[in-house]
């Protein structure tokens, strides 16, 4: 049998490395109940088939508004009456996990927030008024805990559910909107609950403490934030000369440690972002520099290898440009040109680095409004596809096996078809090694399409098949840049049929062609990518 040619990489044989991607293995979404809606589930579907995305999070799964944790019934037209003994219902969280395990896709699953009923403050946060406090009852939700973790396995069955990550709480630091409690109250929340899951079987994964986000101050050392301990860092001219650390990671690694306590993953939350508190009490927006979230990967590796933890995965549960749901990068290809850069370049550093979010239906703060608002979400809330849909799709399609690493891109194989494909970009040299700042207006963000140069792209690519075909999709500002085509339309914040139909055709509609393989087996790559550009290349045949 004729063996195929060596691949050769600018007339060089390359040596093939793993290429992780860290960017299909999870994705977040707002809460458990936004996914019962008919919209975000095709919406998801469609992304999910595009990205290959392995995990879902999102927030909210013991919400009230999912009826889980019933303390009380009635028929709506006054109080509940009170039942003897606490009632769980599933029927609500049955339907959204069902339609994850049918995708195959699986949950990684936030436990929280608190049932009205279990809550010691209520309505802490959000439109939707999560309950973000310790239990009132600690011996109750931690049967709240195991009969939801049961429900699942019965349901799904062991082995599907040992496959699962069970993720203690969300971003506890962070008081008092997603916890009221205090650091050890949330480490006895560890405690109490890892010891419930572990007991129902010792292979279930469980971690925490899906803290935000790195610091370089003293504000959360003690039990709860000291935001006085940040005056320095808000007064800093040079925050990326600074100390960044993580948040609670190794007092939890501690605490679990003098506990005997298990821990399968540590998670963390990686937003290239701050809020410093100055003198005057003030919150200070800080922009960390392009590199800071593979600098922070790269020294939380450090700590957990470390530690008496060394092989616990890493889970980055949430990570954007920004943490704001009104950030108008968002919906830019800044943004699009952003992610790529930071997924290839950290693909080695985490085993999941969970974008926030896939899609624009996501209540936080409300509906957003109009049709391009800053939401995170890879598509907007009618499903138009922003330039971040296209830079996932483009990653997706991506081998798992490297043969070149550029500072501007990859070439990869797959090594179950032996198919090459590429992915370059052009962040821009004009932002030096500052990232992409949050901004509150679309006409703000506009202003970062004045930076360059455009950066030529040479490679050749040698030992493939003679007569076979790539595809070559670019975006960039000409192409698909939706968000310009709806400020150009006079950014209208009720679309009509036309409209909608119109800005749908400007995302789909990349700069594409095909280059064909000549006689010798050489395909020359010569492209010039305008500034914020990325460029997907594919072996069609």
């Known amino acids: 049998m004729k063996s195929e040619p060596r691949l050769r990489i600018d007339g060089e044989p390359r040596a093939e490395s793993a290429l992780p991607h860290v960017w299909s293995r999870c994705i977040g979404a707002g809460r458990a109940n936004e996914a019962l809606r008919a919209d975000w589930q095709r ?22 508004d999912m009826f889980v944790y019933r303390d009380g019934y009635g028929g709506g037209f006054g109080p509940d009456s009170p039942l003897p003994s606490p009632v769980y219902t599933f029927s609500y969280v049955d339907k959204v996990f069902d339609f994850l395990v049918d995708l195959g896709v699986r949950p990684f699953v936030e436990l929280g927030f608190m049932p009205r009923g279990l809550a010691t403050r209520t309505e802490t946060v959000f439109w939707w008024g999560a309950h973000c406090s310790p239990p009132n009852d600690m011996a109750r939700w931690v049967e709240l ?22 993720e203690v709480w969300n971003e506890p630091n962070l008081v008092p909107y997603f916890w009221t409690g205090t650091k050890t109250e949330y480490f006895e929340l560890y405690e109490h609950t890892v010891r419930a899951i572990k007991s129902i079987d010792p292979a279930l994964k469980v971690g925490g403490p899906a803290t935000s986000v790195f610091v370089p101050d003293d504000r959360y050392k003690g039990e709860s934030e000291d935001r006085s301990a940040s005056l320095a860092t808000a007064a800093a001219t040079d925050v990326d000369a600074l100390d960044w650390r993580p948040v609670w990671i190794e007092d939890f690694i501690a605490w679990c440690a003098g506990r005997a306590l298990p821990i399968d993953f540590v998670s963390a939350h990686l937003y290239p972002t701050d809020f410093a508190y100055g003198a005057n009490g003030e919150a200070v927006h800080i922009t960390r520099y392009a590199d800071a979230t593979y600098d922070d990967l790269t020294l939380l590796g450090e700590i957990v290898r470390d530690s008496p933890y060394p092989d616990a995965e890493i ?23 952003y992610i790529t850069r930071s997924y290839l370049r950290c693909a080695a550093l985490a085993d999941s680095i969970s974008y926030w979010t896939f899609t624009d239906v996501f209540e936080e703060g409300g509906a957003g409004i109009g049709p391009f608002h800053g939401g995170f979400g890879l598509v907007n809330e009618g499903g138009i ?47 030096e090694t500052k990232g992409v700042a ?33 595809l070559v999709e670019i975006l960039d500002w000409e192409h698909g840049n939706v968000a310009e085509a709806w400020y150009r339309l006079g950014s209208p914040l009720n679309l009509s049929r036309a409209e909608h139909d119109h800005l749908s055709g400007v995302a789909g509609a990349l700069l594409r062609y095909t280059l064909t393989v000549p006689d010798d087996g050489v395909l020359d790559l010569d492209v010039e990518l305008a500034p914020w550009a990325v460029m997907s290349l594919t072996q069609a045949s």
């Open 315 to 337: 889970h980055i549960s949430e990570w954007s440009t920004s943490p704001s749901a009104r950030d108008f990068i968002h919906d830019t290809p800044f943004a699009a040109t």
């Open 438 to 470: 949050a901004c509150g207006s679309y006409p703000e963000v506009r202003e970062l399409a004045g930076r360059g140069p455009a950066r030529r792209v040479r490679h050749s690519i040698g030992g493939l098949r003679p007569g076979g075909t790539f």
């Open 43 to 64: 919406q998801f579907a469609e992304v999910a088939a595009a990205t290959g995305v392995e995990y879902l999070r999102f927030h909210g799964v013991f919400h009230d």
């Open 145 to 166: 805990v195991t009969r939801t973790v049961e429900h699942w396995i019965d349901r799904y069955g062991l082995d599907e559910v040992r496959r699962w990550r069970f």
């Open 385 to 431: 596809h922003k330039p971040t849909f296209h830079a996932f799709t483009m990653l997706g399609r991506l081998g798992d096996r490297l043969l070149l690493s550029t500072p501007h891109g990859v070439v990869t194989r797959d090594s179950r078809t032996s198919a090459v494909s590429a992915v370059f970009f052009n962040y821009p040299e004009d932002m």
